[in-house]
């Protein structure tokens, strides 16, 4: 197939080498978010706002097993018609193009994609609905990273290797997270999040107290997305703890609700538009590191790329504080 053409917002947004002043504050987000206890079962009346009548559903082999056929029961029950596409486990330009083959040969046209799963899947998710020109809805089972509400895709080579940031120009045209699905899964995903979530606030601070600094749009933050972030870390720090004993008893509550909304709609709007610095670097450079990238989790090698900021910004007090909490948390807090 032939590669789509790129959207690069920078080109849109930003001006090569203009004055802080000429640079507009810019705010995207996901058309619609739902999240609650059961939502899945819903998923059907929820798609037909997209609205969607024939959906590609992707979603790895052990997903089909767990939320198949209560996503199908769902569609069904709101007329919608469906095709499942395995997602084979990476984001990685090769998947891609799988995937779009196949949607490209079927004889009736889907007209969305809905990805069901990790940030990976997801990833890939908004990579096909681009190539399709289709809208994305995003149906995270997990509230590990900050990429079910963004309109980019992290890509990785095929062994799992970082290796770009692929665009597109249109947001998730509905995001929904069952906290249910979040509470029954390993709480390290959850935890994971948390890492992920805490940066946000403390990456869009360095990037709002810059004027030199752009988001990951090429634009300037608004207020609103500095204070989603502050909102963010505030949460993180009075219910994290909690939540993450609640997922341990499999349980849906409150504090889980918060965190939920902490690490998927908060820090995905948070790092879109209001900007990434060194934790998110740090973070992808350690993917390159067999060991780390073997064993470790996004969420995780960003907590340890947002200790390296707050140390590197001489803010001594948050990065003790952040430790302190992170080492409560379960998150890693040192190299070793
Ligand atoms: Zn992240």
Redesign the pocket.
């Known amino acids: 197939m032939s590669a789509p053409i790129p959207y690069i917002p920078h080109a849109v947004f930003s001006t090569e080498e203009g004055e802080a002043a000429s640079v507009p504050r810019v705010l995207i987000a996901p058309q619609r978010y739902v999240q609650g206890d059961g939502v899945i079962d819903h998923l059907g009346r929820y798609l037909s706002i997209v609205p969607s009548e024939r959906v590609a559903i992707l979603i790895d082999k052990a997903g089909q097993q767990r939320d198949g056929a209560r996503l199908l029961n769902s569609l069904n029950s709101a007329k919608i018609e469906s095709e499942v596409v395995t997602f084979h486990g990476e984001c990685s330009t090769e998947e891609v193009d799988r995937v779009v083959e196949v949607l490209q040969a079927m004889a009736t046209p889907v007209d969305s994609v809905v990805a069901v799963g990790g ?1 990976k899947c997801l990833d890939a998710g908004k990579c096909v609905a681009q190539r399709l020109a289709m809208p994305m809805v995003s149906v995270p089972t997990l509230a590990s ?3 079910p509400c963004s309109a980019l895709s ?1 890509m990785y080579t095929a062994e799992g290797v970082f290796s770009d940031v692929e665009f597109s120009p249109r947001s998730p045209a509905l995001v929904a997270i069952d906290t249910r699905i979040v509470a029954e899964a390993p709480v390290r995903f959850l935890v994971a999040g948390i890492g ?2 805490m ?2 606030w403390y990456e869009a601070r360095t990037c709002f107290d810059n004027p030199r600094a752009r988001s990951v749009l090429g634009a300037r933050p608004t207020l609103a997305t500095s204070a989603i972030g502050e909102l963010c870390a505030d949460t993180l720090f009075e219910y994290g703890l909690s939540a993450v004993e609640a997922v341990k008893r499999s349980e849906v509550n409150d504090a889980l609700e918060s965190i939920v909304e902490a690490n998927t709609l908060l ?1 995905g709007m948070g ?1 879109e538009s209001g900007g ?1 610095a060194v ?2 670097s740090i ?1 992808q450079g350690l993917t390159v590191v067999p060991e780390v990238n073997r064993n470790y989790m ?2 995780e090698m ?1 907590a340890i790329g947002l200790l390296t900021q707050l140390v590197l910004e001489k803010s001594f007090d948050e990065a003790r504080k952040v430790a302190g909490f992170f080492a409560k948390a379960g998150l890693p807090v040192h190299l070793g």
């Open positions: 940030g990273t900050d990429a992290v992920d979530a940066a946000t820090s790092f990434l934790a998110h973070a996004h969420g960003v």
